[in-house]
């Protein structure tokens, strides 16, 4: 048995957290960007995810990369409890998945990363779980109007719903496109 890339692993998990904070940068663009980049953000997040699982086969691919975000967030002041709560549960979930499936199979990595591939949701899950606070923080952070465009979002639930339900075939397909892009940790798998 080879032995585990650490420094590959380590720059996987520093590409996770420059992903997002692209993601949370989004709302730069319009807030909309922000409350739903958790559906399109596996496009990318699979990438990290799949060479971290393929290279560490135990315990600890998404508790690793998720942590570490965690981490950042903590230190950086970003932590809530929504956020502190989705990335443990979403980290915990993929975890149990990947070991039921077998830590060195490809059908591990597929179907664990499709709970894992909510996690930037448990960043920008407090608009809906705070929504008067994240107005307040809206008005004294972001230009002048940035409130008034937030309040639709979080008022629309359908959409969310709809958002939310998406990222499953976003994961599906970002995981096989992973797959396919990583032949070489790809083949260490069964």
């Given amino acids: 048995m080879k032995k585990t890339p650490v420094f590959g692993i380590m720059l996987a998990v520093i590409v996770?957290?420059?992903?997002?904070?692209?993601?949370?940068?989004t709302g730069l663009i319009h807030p909309a960007c922000f409350g739903y980049a958790g559906t399109f953000l596996p496009l990318l997040f699979?990438?990290?995810?799949?060479?971290?699982?393929?290279?560490?086969r135990c315990f600890g691919a998404a508790a690793l990369l998720n942590g570490f975000v965690l981490i950042v967030a903590l230190i950086m002041g970003e932590g809530n409890p929504p956020l502190i709560i989705g990335m443990l549960l979403f980290a915990a979930i993929a975890e149990i998945i990947r070991m039921r499936s077998g830590y060195d199979t490809r059908k591990g990595v597929r179907r664990s990363f499709i709970p894992?591939?909510?996690?930037?949701?448990a960043y920008s899950a407090h608009w809906w779980t705070d929504p008067e606070g994240t107005l307040t923080a809206a008005v004294e952070e972001m230009s002048a109007g940035y409130a008034d465009k937030v309040r639709p979002i979080i008022e629309n639930i359908p959409v969310l719903i709809l958002?939310?339900?998406?990222?499953?075939?976003v994961a599906v397909l970002a995981i096989r496109l992973a797959e396919k892009a990583l032949k070489k940790q790809a083949s260490k798998l069964k």
């Fill in 16 to 25: 996770y957290l420059a992903m997002f904070l692209l993601g949370a940068t």
């Fill in 46 to 56: 699979a990438f990290a995810y799949y060479y971290t699982a393929a290279n560490m």
């Fill in 116 to 121: 894992f591939a909510f996690s930037f949701y």
């Fill in 163 to 169: 958002m939310l339900a998406l990222t499953v075939p």
